[in-house]
């Protein structure tokens, strides 16, 4: 019996890596080519099910040197699994600077609050940015408005500037 957590932990790129060194010892049907010969198949689940076959076979060979072969493996792990650095030291040193935390938590509000207290710590709290968002969103408003009214002044000005000028030539001619 498959379980779904421990699934989880075959991402794409571990699969990968298992298949490139294990492939030759599998048999043509267990072939990463031949598993996915369109290359749209490829799914996390079909890339997990791949991955599962993979240790069923070796499982079912009893083949102590292929299970060698698949333990020299190195993927990238975090090491420190200290919550409060999880999303800070911790993450850099772990699949291209991406991290993938699994927890199983009873209070899982408390727990994202725990890993990430560092991580969101001196940065501006989102009620500050949209106050001051919305201070210079109407600062800008009302400076387009004064504008406008200026503008329709001047306009206003010339056009009653140009009517005077025209009747001045009209009863000049």
């Known amino acids: 019996m498959e379980i779904p957590l421990i699934r989880r932990a075959y991402s794409p790129e571990v699969v990968f890596n298992i298949s490139t060194v294990i492939d ?3 048999p043509e049907e267990l072939k990463f080519k031949t598993v996915f010969q369109y290359l749209g198949s490829l799914t996390h689940d079909s890339l997990r099910d791949y991955a599962c076959n993979i240790l069923k076979f070796i499982n079912g060979t009893e083949d102590n ?3 060698q072969v698949l333990k020299s493996l190195n993927n990238k792990i975090i090491r420190n699994m200290e919550l409060n650095a999880m999303f800070t030291h911790n993450a850099i040193h772990y699949h291209d600077n991406k991290t993938l935390h699994v927890a199983s938590s009873n209070n899982f509000d408390n727990h994202v609050e725990n890993i990430s207290e560092l991580f969101l710590k001196d940065s501006p709290r989102l009620d500050d940015m949209f106050k001051i968002y919305e201070k210079e969103y109407d600062f800008l408003k009302n400076e387009l408005d ?5 503008v329709n002044k001047i306009v206003k000005n010339f056009f009653t500037l140009f009517l ?7 009863l000049t001619t």
């Open 146 to 150: 004064s504008l406008n009214k200026t």
């Open 65 to 67: 040197a292929l299970f």
């Open 24 to 26: 030759i010892h599998l």
């Open 164 to 170: 005077f000028y025209y009747e001045i030539i009209s």
